[in-house]
């Protein structure tokens, strides 16, 4: 992880060992809160079009990086829990979706990589 990132889990986990909240914060536990919070962001865009999703009010902004907050703090925990490196994992997963989806046969077009 990057400092900033590891320094954001040891807080984390710090939080959650002082009010003896880590027997909670199992990764199956964690995986269905980030699933849950997941579902409150989607509430936000739930009935929007997509140039209202683009061009929303400063409130609605801050309501949803609150979540977005709640998505990545229960996404870092659950990193931790299961001694996995999200940074290494995401430029892992880059280098994958670069191989799957090569520029040249997919740019403009949004379809899955099993449907080329």
């Known amino acids: 992880m990057s400092e900033s990132l590891q320094e954001l889990s040891d807080r984390l986990q710090r939080f959650a060992q002082e009010r003896d909240w880590e027997q909670f914060h199992s990764p199956k536990n964690l995986s269905m809160a980030l699933s849950a919070e997941t579902g409150e962001l989607l509430e936000h865009f739930q009935w929007l079009n997509e140039e209202q999703s683009q061009h929303l009010d400063d409130d609605k ?3 949803i990086a609150l979540e977005m907050a709640d998505i990545f703090i229960y996404l870092v925990r659950l990193a931790e829990r299961l001694d ?3 940074m290494d994992a995401a430029w892992q997963k880059i280098a994958i979706n670069e191989k799957r989806y090569p520029v040249e046969q997919v740019k403009g ?4 990589a099993e449907e080329y």
Do not use: G, S, T, V
């Not at 077009?109 to 899955?112: E, G, Q, T």
């Open 61 to 63: 902004k801050e309501a």
């Open 84 to 86: 996995i490196n999200l």
């Open 109 to 112: 077009d949004a379809r899955r």
